[in-house]
């Protein structure tokens, strides 16, 4: 018998894989299972589901982050002025992290969500992800990130995976348990507590999971 895994694809330009990934590293810990964070492009994914975004839903989609952001106290304080952006370099730097330097990783992702959120500035262009990622790497990985083909290609297999799964969102989290049954397919910041129950773990509130939280 296996151990239990999860996948977790995500999008730079995407506020719910945000709060996701910071509930996802909470989750890690106590629960001691391995998670693979998987750049991939939340357009495309979107396009493919014919899934269209109503700019109604913005409002509360933004309320419901901001009362997530009191209870948990990460970090938001709303979204840059050019919001969609286009997140290739964020998403092709965390690429070459993962293969190079993947400890790096998820504080470089903490970092460019920061940029994004809190400062409230895209990090869209290269000068952009130097910056967010000043205190993270060296400025000339994101050259060699962006100078790299792989970096493209595995973010473009990561978008393809996700379609085959049938996504139509971010974060898109593939949780297997191991025991040899089919892995389940998860959407969103909020599905935690299900992914717990699939897991036979002990759900918490978000009250419970960020208690003393310093993030």
């Known amino acids: 018998m296996g151990s239990p895994k999860i996948v977790f694809y995500f999008d730079c330009a995407s506020s719910f894989s945000y709060i996701g990934f910071e509930f996802m590293e909470k989750y890690q810990q106590l629960w001691d299972i391995p998670v693979d964070y998987r ?114 290609e595995v973010v473009l297999q990561n978008t393809e995976q996700v379609k085959k799964m049938k996504g139509f969102g971010a974060p898109t989290i593939l949780v297997s348990k191991g025991d040899g049954s089919k892995p389940e397919m998860f959407f969103g910041s909020d599905r935690f507590e299900h992914i717990a129950i699939f897991l036979e773990k002990e759900p918490l509130t978000m009250k419970q999971l960020f208690a003393g939280s310093k993030l």
């Not at 839903?57 to 002025?81: E, M, N, V, W």
């Open 39 to 152: 750049p991939f492009i939340l357009s495309d994914v979107m396009a493919n589901a014919r899934n269209t975004f109503s700019p109604y839903k913005l409002p509360f989609l933004f309320a419901d982050l901001k009362r997530t952001s009191s209870i948990t106290k990460i970090p938001f304080r709303g979204t840059p002025a050019k919001y969609p952006y286009d997140p290739q370099v964020a998403l092709r730097t965390l690429q070459y992290l993962k293969t190079h330097q993947p400890h790096k990783m998820a504080p470089a992702m903490r970092s460019l969500w920061n940029m994004e959120y809190v400062q409230l500035k895209a990090p869209e262009s290269v000068d952009d992800v130097k910056h967010a990622l000043k205190d993270v790497v060296e400025p000339e990985v994101v050259d060699l990130a962006m100078g790299a083909d792989e970096t493209l």
